[in-house]
């Protein structure tokens, strides 16, 4: 059953046209995620579908027009004053719904200290209260934000069991693949439906990509025979013309012969304009292509940090205590732990804004670090783009310049306030002022947060080339899943630093554990098998024929040992 229907949307800001044509017919269990670049009208269109902004055009019919319709916004800047009366939501199951979602801290709902609480803890409460509220369609924009993997995946269980219709802005290709069963994309102001979640939606879009290409193709090549031929026939007019100046007795032959021709070219033009007319396939849209390039790091020493019997407490409260880790140059490595389990705390204390209870953390001297955090209210709204960047000579304006531009930010975005600027704008910013640093540690907190998909995919593979350390905090499971090749994992009060990345945590989560007994056995064979090929390697020499393989296959064991550990 369609519950509204949405017709020939229009909506302009300050001359500039965001919405064209925007329809969609969503259903009482329509799952639809809404996609397009940053700028595209996707926050602008769900303002106008809640009915906080009025379009210049256009009609929204609903079936029933007291719809409760519950929207999270955009932000982290949620008020506990926005939500309904937490007693009367309560009922409906709030604070049952703030546990699964992680929230374990205790809040003073009639006067709760809203300021103490993360980004991440205030979205909780905000996506708590909307759920309660029970509304019969729900319009999430960017719900994974600053959303530990528990909450994500406690959201993905509820979005399949609700019993509404869900329009969902995200960037994050896991979450969308995991909730949605159609894609509305907004091109050029413009909504395309596409059926299947959203790697169906790309294998869709690259197929059509490829037969508008080729089509376009065929019509160029058409096009230059016409235009061939209309050039042949030119020449000859052009010569029967000239031939009827000269040659006494043929003048007029000649003039016929080039009139004739005339005509014919003027018949082939006008077939030509009328077939484009009917039928002209336009060239493909080119995706608008981003590129992050990162200064190549200057090659350190192996380990570049180090904590030794780390502990952090906040009053009665421990966040992790007596951990030990480490990182070498070179090395890719996410942060995991729920929400409020000291991830940020960690990170202030690595960049020496914040001291650790006990313990140690030591940095190498020669490392140089940057920092994006997730919060971009930081930037300061009165100044342009180029004013932040403090550059003042020529020639580094200039590769500034080129570098706003390599990732999306061309010059009318570098002049106005960046107030004006959306969310995914500002962070471009404190990326390029990473980028404009010689960087061998990046400490990324939620770096895809407000990127738009192509952003999120360039950055992927720039990070994979990166020749320096990562460590990164994200949600996003396909970016941390490319990313990590280690992982720092914050569980239970401790900090423990793991040999495998993001995929073989989730196989390992996926998969039935071993008994313990049978890990012990297992663990004994590889054992017997490293200390052989340890033996056999003591007495050749580098350089000795099959010594290189036995090597190899040392450590595939070696890494084995340590899986099973």
């Excluded at 020939?8 to 799952?31: P, T, V, W, Y």
């Excluded at 955009?74 to 937490?86: A, K, V």
């Amino acid at each position: 059953m369609t519950i509204m229907k949405i017709r020939g949307i229009q909506k302009s800001f300050n001359e500039q046209q965001i919405l064209q044509n925007a329809e969609m017919d969503i259903k009482h269990n329509s799952r639809f995620g809404l996609v397009g670049n940053n700028g595209a009208g996707k926050t602008t269109l769900a303002n106008i579908i809640y009915g906080s902004i009025t379009p210049d055009k256009g009609m929204i019919d609903t079936f029933n027009n007291n719809m409760n319709i519950g929207y999270l916004k955009q932000s982290t800047e949620y008020s506990i004053h926005e939500l309904e009366n937490p007693f009367s939501l309560a009922e409906n199951g709030l604070f049952e719904l703030s546990s699964h979602l992680g929230l374990n801290k205790d809040v003073d709902w009639v006067d709760p200290d809203w300021e103490k609480l993360s980004g991440g803890e205030k979205l909780k409460i905000s996506l708590a209260s909307i759920w309660a509220s029970r509304p019969e369609l729900l319009i999430l924009d960017e719900p994974t934000n600053h959303l530990d993997l528990q909450g994500v995946e406690w959201l993905i269980d509820e979005i399949k069991t609700f019993k509404g219709a869900v329009i969902i802005i995200s960037h994050d290709r896991y979450f969308l693949d995991r909730t949605v069963t159609e894609i509305i994309e907004i091109e050029d102001g413009t909504t395309n439906l596409f059926h299947g979640n959203y790697t169906a939606y790309r294998k869709e879009k690259e197929k059509l990509y490829e037969i508008q290409l080729h089509q376009y193709g065929i019509q160029q090549k058409h096009k230059q025979q016409i235009e061939q031929q209309m050039a042949n026939l030119k020449n000859w007019s052009e010569k029967a013309h000239r031939d009827s100046t000269k040659q006494e007795g043929y003048k007029e032959y000649y003039r016929m012969k080039a009139k004739k021709m005339d005509n014919q070219i003027k018949s082939k033009m006008k077939r030509l304009n009328q077939e484009l007319e009917k039928n002209e396939v336009k060239p493909p849209k080119e995706e608008a292509a981003v590129r992050f390039e990162f200064q190549d790091s200057r090659k350190r020493g192996k380990r570049i940090l180090e904590a030794r019997d780390l502990s952090k407490f906040f009053g009665s409260r421990c966040l992790f205590e007596k951990s030990h880790f480490y990182m070498n140059h070179g090395e890719s490595m996410a942060l995991l732990g729920t929400n409020g389990s000291g991830k940020t705390t960690l990170i202030k204390i690595l960049l020496g804004e914040d001291t650790p209870s006990s313990g140690e953390v030591w940095v190498s001297e020669t490392v140089r670090i940057g920092y994006l955090s997730q919060d971009v209210s930081d930037l300061p709204p009165d100044k342009t783009a180029l004013e932040y960047t403090g550059l003042t000579d020529r020639e580094s304006i200039g590769r500034a310049r080129t570098i706003f531009a390599n990732i999306g930010l061309h010059e009318e975005k570098l002049t106005v306030p960046i107030s004006y600027l959306s969310l995914g704008e500002r962070t471009r910013i404190k990326l390029v002022m990473m980028l404009l640093d010689e960087i061998d540690l990046l400490i990324l907190d939620e770096p895809t947060n407000h990127l738009d998909l192509a952003s999120r995919e360039s950055l992927e593979k720039t990070l994979m080339d990166f020749q320096g350390s990562i460590l990164v905090v994200s949600h996003d499971v396909y970016f941390i899943e490319k990313i990590s090749e280690k992982l720092l994992l914050i569980d239970n009060g401790k900090i423990s630093r793991k040999e495998f990345g993001m995929k073989e945590f989730n196989n390992q989560k996926s998969s039935p554990n071993l008994s313990s007994k049978k890990k012990e056995e297992q663990l004994m064979v590889v054992q017997n098998e490293i200390n052989a090929i340890v033996g056999r390697l003591s007495f050749m020499n580098k350089d000795e024929s099959g010594y290189e393989e036995l090597d190899n296959v040392l450590a595939e064991l070696l890494k084995k040992k340590r899986e099973l550990i």
